[in-house]
């Protein structure tokens, strides 16, 4: 499997941006997705999360409130909507595609949760 992320760029703060993350492979449906970031000189952190069925989706404290993971399997692609940004969210992007079955929020909020990575998007907000 292997994971391609695009959509970022650079927003002004208060703008919004829609990341996307394609997946190759059978297994995209049967897989937990996530989306975490690296700004520089930070370790890589969880942004989103989504579960296999869609049913549940959590979310960083950082983002709540102005992020929204999606996905569309027939598409096996994973969204990450972002409204108004700020400036700290500058960072790479990264999506995951995880284990398959139920796993637990604190799980999927780790990073050990995925075991496939994209090569990451940049998102800069300039203030």
């Known amino acids: 499997v292997q994971l391609q992320a695009s959509g970022g760029g650079l927003v002004q703060a208060g703008g919004s941006l829609r990341l996307s993350c394609a997946a190759s492979g059978r297994t995209f449906k049967l897989a937990n997705m996530g989306w975490f970031r690296q700004a520089p000189g930070k370790e890589r952190e969880f942004v989103a999360a989504?579960?296999?069925?869609?049913?549940?989706?959590y979310y960083a404290d950082s983002v709540k409130g102005r992020s929204t993971i999606s996905r569309e399997d027939d598409k096996n692609t994973v969204y990450l909507q972002m409204n108004s940004l700020k400036p700290e969210d500058t960072a790479i992007y990264y999506c995951g595609l995880g284990e398959s079955g139920v796993q637990s929020q604190n799980r999927l909020r780790a990073e050990a949760a995925y075991r496939t990575w994209g090569q990451g998007t940049q998102v800069t907000v300039s203030s």
């Open positions: 989504i579960t296999l069925t869609g049913r549940s989706r």
